[in-house]
């Protein structure tokens, strides 16, 4: 078990961001153990169909055999999204003493594998292991990651506005509990079970830094207990990453949205669908948490200038809030459009006072 224990002042200071080289990284855990990685195995199919030119014996070497990967070459990011080449040009600084460490420290106890034997040598030998590592991930980056990136962050936004909402809505006890069986908040103290290691880390001022991943299985905080507080975890949405946009099962129509109402529209689909048509019934169940127009449309198979018209009336009706974060206006469901979505799970409101009430049997007789 790894502790991070975290004062007013650190959890004051926690914050997300996100990571392209730590994303490329938790990536090459699922090209190593795919058994673990069921939602992405459709990218990893693909991305080993394009691998070619690609050193693959020397990334898969930066994996462990319990799966931990080097501190340097996933870097606590600086900036809310630092860019791809920022990050490697940071892990490709790194002392020749630091990279030495994390690397040998992935394969301990035993001896790191051969494509690393250099690990152990000087630090010249460590330098020009480290280039050559770097000069691997910057093409199998372009190769595998990089197509999708704009997909996958897109998701992690997502993400982070979620646990943002969690946050300010039930302290950091409801922000850690809804992240992952691993973790449990107590009395100051963010325990992460399940770890290879056993140490304890004192905030001590550092803040935590909250790191969302399409490729992570399970929390994964740093290797080294000298590293700051970081803690990188599954995302939320990961498996409409790679899945196929559910068929069209309606007649086409101008507004190209699809039909159905597989979207989660609870036990009223077919009622809700009669409403609103089915369109907007299945948009309006895929709502449940905050997306973007472009993120819809992608999911939908559809444009976004179709999304957004009936994002409009939506919005107009009062059934879909709006907010925005940074490039994106997100869309999310109301109260009223979760009550229409999911009925048999929200309490009766008098929409004269917009109070929950309890309804009464009915008192008329034939």
């Given at each position: 078990?790894?502790?991070?224990?975290?004062?007013?002042e650190?959890?004051?200071?926690?914050?997300?961001a996100?990571?392209?080289?730590?994303?490329?990284?938790e990536s090459?855990?699922v090209l190593?153990?795919?058994?673990?990685?069921?939602l992405?195995?459709?990218w990893?199919?693909?991305?080993?169909?394009?691998l070619?030119?690609?050193?693959?014996?020397?990334?898969?070497?930066?994996?462990?055999?319990?799966?931990?990967?080097?501190?340097?070459?996933?870097?606590?990011?600086?900036?809310?999204?630092?860019?791809?080449?920022?990050?490697l040009?940071?892990a490709?600084?790194a002392?020749?003493?630091?990279?030495?460490?994390?690397?040998?420290?992935?394969?301990?106890?035993g001896?790191?594998?051969?494509?690393?034997a250099?690990?152990?040598?000087?630090?010249?030998?460590?330098?020009?292991?480290?280039?050559?590592i770097?000069?691997?991930?910057?093409r199998?980056?372009?190769?595998?990651?990089?197509p999708?990136?704009?997909?996958?962050?897109?998701?992690?936004?997502?993400?982070?506005?979620?646990?943002?909402?969690?946050?300010?809505?039930?302290?950091?006890?409801?922000?850690?509990?809804g992240?992952?069986?691993?973790l449990?908040?107590?009395?100051?103290?963010?325990?992460?079970?399940?770890?290879?290691?056993?140490?304890t880390?004192?905030a001590?001022?550092r803040?935590?830094?909250?790191?969302?991943?399409?490729?992570?299985?399970?929390p994964?905080?740093?290797?080294?207990?000298?590293?700051?507080?970081?803690?990188?975890?599954p995302?939320r949405?990961?498996?409409?990453?790679?899945?196929?946009?559910?068929?069209?099962?309606?007649?086409?129509?101008?507004d190209d949205?699809?039909?159905?109402t597989?979207?989660?529209?609870?036990?009223?689909?077919?009622?809700?669908?009669a409403?609103?048509?089915?369109?907007?019934?299945?948009?309006?169940?895929?709502?449940?948490e905050?997306?973007?127009?472009?993120e819809?449309?992608?999911?939908?198979?559809?444009?976004?200038?179709?999304?957004?018209?009936?994002?409009?009336?939506?919005?107009?009706?009062?059934l879909?809030?709006?907010?925005?974060?940074?490039?994106h206006?997100?869309?999310?469901?109301?109260?009223?459009?979760?009550?229409?979505?999911?009925?048999?799970?929200?309490?009766?409101?008098?929409p004269?006072?917009?109070?929950?009430?309890?309804?009464?049997?009915?008192?008329?007789?034939?």
């Amino acid at each position: 078990m790894i502790r991070f224990v975290l004062g007013v002042e650190d959890l004051a200071d926690t914050r997300f961001a996100l990571s392209p080289l730590g994303e490329t990284m938790e990536s090459l855990r699922v090209l190593r153990d795919p058994g673990r990685y069921a939602l992405q195995l459709p990218w990893r199919r693909d991305a080993l169909r394009r691998l070619t030119g690609v050193d693959t014996t020397l990334l898969m070497a930066l994996v462990g055999d319990r799966h931990a990967i080097p501190d340097h070459l996933t870097p606590r990011p600086e900036a809310f999204a630092p860019g791809f080449d920022d990050e490697l040009a940071a892990a490709r600084a790194a002392p020749p003493g630091r990279v030495r460490r994390d690397l040998l420290a992935v394969h301990a106890p035993g001896p790191p594998p051969a494509a690393l034997a250099d690990a152990a040598g000087d630090d010249t030998r460590v330098a020009r292991l480290n280039d050559a590592i770097c000069d691997e991930l910057r093409r199998y980056w372009h190769i595998a990651v990089r197509p999708h990136w704009p997909q996958i962050r897109l998701v992690l936004e997502a993400d982070m506005t979620y646990r943002a909402r969690r946050l300010a809505t039930g302290g950091a006890r409801a922000l850690f509990a809804g992240m992952h069986p691993n973790l449990r908040w107590d009395d100051g103290v963010l325990h992460i079970d399940k770890m290879i290691g056993r140490h304890t880390v004192h905030a001590a001022g550092r803040g935590l830094l909250l790191v969302p991943s399409g490729f992570a299985h399970k929390p994964a905080p740093p290797v080294s207990p000298d590293e700051p507080p970081l803690l990188v975890y599954p995302s939320r949405g990961v498996a409409t990453l790679w899945r196929p946009a559910p068929a069209d099962t309606t007649t086409p129509t101008t507004d190209d949205t699809g039909g159905g109402t597989g979207g989660g529209t609870g036990g009223g689909g077919d009622a809700l669908a009669a409403l609103l048509g089915a369109p907007r019934a299945r948009l309006l169940g895929m709502l449940g948490e905050p997306l973007p127009t472009v993120e819809i449309a992608r999911r939908l198979s559809v444009t976004p200038s179709a999304v957004s018209q009936h994002l409009k009336i939506l919005h107009a009706a009062g059934l879909v809030a709006r907010a925005r974060d940074g490039r994106h206006m997100l869309y999310r469901r109301s109260p009223l459009g979760d009550r229409l979505t999911h009925p048999h799970t929200h309490p009766h409101t008098d929409p004269r006072t917009d109070r929950e009430t309890t309804a009464e049997p009915s008192t008329c007789s034939k």
